[in-house]
């Protein structure tokens, strides 16, 4: 006999959605019994907007850098700080 699921709340946004499922049992919600792995190819990482103040010389320096590899600044420092904390996290 299957067991009865509980209802998925609606949520108000994202973060209490967050929450929720951070707290809730998900074998109460959904039948885990056939699951599948599921793909998404097109999926792109959440971004967060930030301010961060640079010296105008350092910036002037990844500008030309990022030009040298002709791709956007902001492209090239994601790109620096990925690969640096690549380097830490080993």
């Given at each position: 006999?299957?067991k ?40 792109k ?32 420092m994601?790109?620096m ?10």
């Amino acid at each position: 006999m299957k067991k009865s699921l509980k209802k998925i709340p609606v949520f108000k946004n994202e973060k209490t959605e967050q929450i929720f499922w951070a707290k809730a049992d998900t074998s109460q919600y959904f039948d885990l019994t056939n699951t599948k792995r599921a793909i998404f190819p097109n999926l792109k990482p959440s971004t967060e907007k930030i301010s961060l103040r640079l010296p105008t010389g350092m910036l002037y320096r990844i500008k030309c850098l990022a030009n040298r590899s002709d791709v956007p600044y902001q492209s090239y420092m994601k790109m620096m700080l990925s690969e640096k904390i690549g380097e830490l996290s080993k």
